[in-house]
């Protein structure tokens, strides 16, 4: 398991359904908010809260990141 660059916290890389990498919070969260994916198959699905509820939800690093605006690319 990798680390955040800015925050040292653990990471849990996926592929999006896009196929870019997300970095993801490795501890399961309770599906209440923005932000939350799903696994599915080894991809991390952008899903709208209880969409799944016997599946474990994550929430992108970049809304806990207290850095997270470092990482960011511009458009």
């Known amino acids: 398991m990798s680390r955040c660059r800015s925050c040292n916290a653990p990471l849990l890389w996926a592929k999006t359904e896009k196929g870019h990498r997300i970095p993801l919070d490795?501890?399961?969260?309770?599906?209440?908010?923005?932000?939350?994916?799903?696994?599915?198959?080894?991809?991390?699905?952008?899903?709208p809260p209880l969409?799944?509820?016997?599946?474990?939800n994550y929430i992108s690093h970049f809304s806990t990141?207290?850095?997270?605006d470092q990482h960011r690319r511009s458009r």
Not at 31 to 42: E, K, N, S, T
Not at 51 to 56: I, K, L, Q, S, V
Not at 65 to 68: H, L, R, S
């Open 26 to 47: 490795p501890e399961p969260v309770p599906a209440d908010g923005p932000g939350l994916f799903v696994l599915r198959h080894g991809v991390a699905v952008a899903v």
């Open 51 to 56: 969409a799944y509820p016997d599946e474990a």
């Open 65 to 68: 990141c207290p850095q997270a």
